[in-house]
Structure formats: structure tokens, C-alpha cells
């Protein structure tokens, strides 16, 4: 038995996007940026893509600029929103404490650069309460910057509602939203999204391929610099390869997004249910409006790691939080942000699930976790003190 249950760390490629891929390597392996016919034939597919893409999202072509992935355009876009703040003098950053780390490492460097940063508080259910939003915001924010689902406990925010209370105040909203496209119905006019985040290789596209929505009228800053491609806005001859095979594999994903998500939601459910029996436990995050592939738990009295090494042994691969942060040693920020302390936070797991997921994949990974976590708790020091009294109970 393999069951591949880590899909926010990474997807498989789909047929659709690899076919794409070596159908662009073999066919339109040109320039996109040459004059002569090869390149302008390579020119056309890359603008067949970024129409694609931006009619998914109901974005205009000219909005799209092509990344390296989410974490490039997540540092674009902050950029962006600081250089347009600081030529106004206003020099305010609001955004969340349990974001992407490409998110929050680039607030900290703008931070020494003489920007303030406010994190909201995310709670124990993990979404960002609205009142607490307009509260931090003031006459000098230039940016609200809040994910549209998170990475580690699958939480999906109030999008629109806070997109439309920064266009009333005339702040810049941006939201990583590289958990979401693909699985969430993402509409940039509807939902008062200035700029947005999208990662190819989470919706079974490759890796190394992303973009960056920028509203119209938002005067973008480079990050790179060089050559004139993406209009001058993102210098680097283009991965046309991998750009179409994006192109492809979002089509894909958002044609199959309403059947995909009702069959992982009935399997998150089915096993939300299942790991809640296991004694001393607990679901991270709200319950229901959580994106329809996570399921993330905490296990009082074991560590982590082990768990995801025992469970691998048995066929089931899992995380215990965002990928980035593998080779860490300490907890979770994202659950220490919704009050797990380090002891709980450190015996976590998460499942994300995709749509191949079946019913007996999830009775064989409750039935394994289960036997998984009680026997690293049969030699635990920690969970040998919770059961003689000489520590109390968390969970």
C-alpha cells in the first residue's frame, strides 16, 4: 500500500500538463523573445497561456506576469506595495501571524528598512476576524497582505470581505493564494484582489513555474532585473514549457474542481472523524472551512518526526507542516499561532489529500496512525508523566 497524502508540500504532474510540457519542448522549443519566426511561434503559445490563465481568474493577459513560483511572486508583490507606500510616505504593513515564510521573512527585511508590521492574530479556529482587520488598519497602511487558504491547517479566509474593506480605503490587498488556485474558485474582480500569488506545481503543473496577478494601474516593481520579457517587469527568457503545462493543468484542475473537492471533502471528513477517536488529540483549525483536501492533528506525548517516519514504513506519506520548513527543529509558527503550545505543536501530522484518495486509503491510514501514535507512546517519557499525573492533559 503507497498512499501519497502530501499534496500541499507537492502534486504529480497531470497527463494534460506533462503532454503540454514535451509537446512545447519538441514543437516550440524557440525564443519567445526572438524576431525571426521560431521565436514568434513560441511568442504565440506563451500568450495563448497567460490568456488562459487570466481568464481563469478573471484577470486581464496583461495582468499575469510569469514567476519561478509562489514565493517569487510573493516577494513582488510586497516589494511593489512598499515602494508605492514609501513615495507616499505611508509605510503601515498588515498581514497575518501564520503566513507563508516567504511572506513573513520578506516583512522582516522590509521591517529593517524602516516599514511597521502588524500581525493579526489568526485564533484558535485559524481565520482572521475582520474587526480586528479594520482596527490595525490607518492612514499610512500601504499594504494588507492575508493568504487565501493556509498551507499547514488548510483555513480559508474571508477573501472578498477583506479585499472589499481595503478598496474602500484605498489600500493594496495582496493574497498568497497558492493553496487555492486550482482548488478554490478565485475571481480577482469579485473578491477586491489587487495582487495575487500562484504557485504551478500545487495544482499538478510543474515546479519552477508560477505567477503574479497585478491589477491594472499598480505600478509593478522588479525584482529581477535584465532583459525586457513579462514587459519589463520580470527579466529571464520565459519557461514556456513550464508555463504551458500550467496553463493546462489549471484548466484541468478548475474544469474538475466542484467533483474533485466534493469526493476529498466526504474522505477529509471520514478521516477528521477517524483520527478524533485516538485519545488526547485534536483537529487544527476550523473544522469546516478548511480547504477540502486538509486534515491537520496534534497528538499529545509524541514527536513528529517519528510519526512521519513510522508512517512512511508503512506506505503513508505525510508532513507535519509546510515543507519549507522541513529541516526545522522547532514547532509549527502556524500552530503556535492558533495557541498550540511547543509540546502539542511538535506532535503534529498533516494529510493533504488529493482527488485519488479512496475509501480504504483512509481506513488504512486512521488504522495506522492510530497504531502509529500508540506505540510511540508507550515509550514516551512525556506521555509516562501525563498518564501518572506528574504533567496535566493539554488536549
Known amino acids: 500500500m503507497n498512499i501519497y497524502a502530501d499534496n500541499a508540500a507537492t502534486t504529480k504532474m497531470s497527463p494534460a500538463a506533462v503532454e503540454a510540457m514535451t509537446y512545447c519542448i519538441s514543437e516550440y522549443w524557440g525564443n519567445p523573445s526572438s524576431l525571426y519566426a521560431i521565436g514568434q511561434r513560441a511568442k504565440e503559445k506563451l500568450e495563448e497561456a497567460r490568456a488562459q490563465i487570466a481568464s481563469i481568474i478573471n484577470a486581464e493577459p496583461r495582468e499575469i506576469i510569469f514567476t519561478s513560483g509562489g514565493s517569487e511572486a510573493d516577494n513582488q508583490a510586497l516589494l511593489t506595495a512598499a515602494m508605492i507606500g514609501l513615495k507616499k510616505g505611508h509605510k503601515h504593513i498588515i498581514s497575518s501571524a501564520f503566513e507563508h515564510h516567504a511572506i513573513l521573512h520578506t516583512l522582516k527585511k522590509l521591517e529593517k528598512n524602516g516599514f511597521e508590521v502588524t500581525l493579526l492574530p489568526v485564533h484558535e479556529n485559524g481565520i482572521v476576524r475582520l474587526d480586528e482587520l479594520e482596527a490595525a488598519m490607518r492612514e499610512d497602511t500601504c499594504l494588507v497582505t492575508i493568504m487565501t487558504a493556509n498551507n499547514e491547517i488548510g483555513t480559508i479566509q474571508p477573501v472578498r470581505e477583506i479585499g472589499e474593506l481595503c478598496r474602500k480605503r ?48 499598480i505600478p509593478l516593481s522588479n525584482l529581477i532585473e535584465g532583459g525586457a520579457q513579462e514587459r519589463n517587469k520580470r527579466a529571464g527568457t520565459e519557461n514556456l514549457p513550464g508555463i504551458m503545462a500550467m496553463a493546462a493543468a489549471l484548466k484541468e484542475s478548475v474544469e474538475n474542481m466542484d467533483a474533485h473537492n466534493a469526493h476529498k471533502m466526504e474522505i477529509r471528513d471520514k478521516l477528521i472523524a477517524g483520527l478524533s477517536k485516538i485519545p488526547h488529540s485534536a483537529l487544527n483549525g476550523d473544522p469546516k472551512q478548511r480547504l ?12 513528529g518526526e517519528s510519526l512521519l517516519i513510522l508512517l512512511d514504513q508503512r506506505g503513508i506519506s505525510a508532513s507535519s507542516g509546510s515543507a519549507c520548513t522541513s529541516g526545522a527543529l522547532d514547532p509549527s509558527h502556524v500552530l503556535l499561532s492558533i495557541g498550540r503550545i511547543h509540546d502539542v505543536a511538535h506532535g503534529s501530522l498533516r494529510l493533504s489529500i488529493g482527488e485519488d484518495i479512496t475509501d480504504d486509503d483512509a481506513d488504512y491510514i486512521i488504522s ?19 498518564m501518572t499525573g506528574k504533567r496535566e492533559f493539554i488536549l
Open 170 to 217: 484605498g489600500i493594496i490587498f495582496h493574497t498568497d493564494a497558492v493553496q487555492a488556485v486550482g482548488h478554490l474558485p478565485i475571481d480577482v474582480k469579485a473578491q477586491f484582489i489587487d495582487m495575487l500569488s500562484a504557485s504551478a506545481h500545487k495544482f499538478h503543473g510543474a515546479k519552477g513555474t508560477g505567477f503574479l496577478f497585478c491589477r491594472k494601474g
Open 368 to 386: 495506522n496512525v492510530g497504531e502509529v501514535v500508540a506505540y510511540l507512546r508507550s515509550f514516551s517519557p512525556v506521555w509516562r508523566d501525563l
Open 292 to 303: 477540502s483536501g486538509n486534515v491537520n492533528f496534534s497528538f499529545e506525548g509524541i514527536e
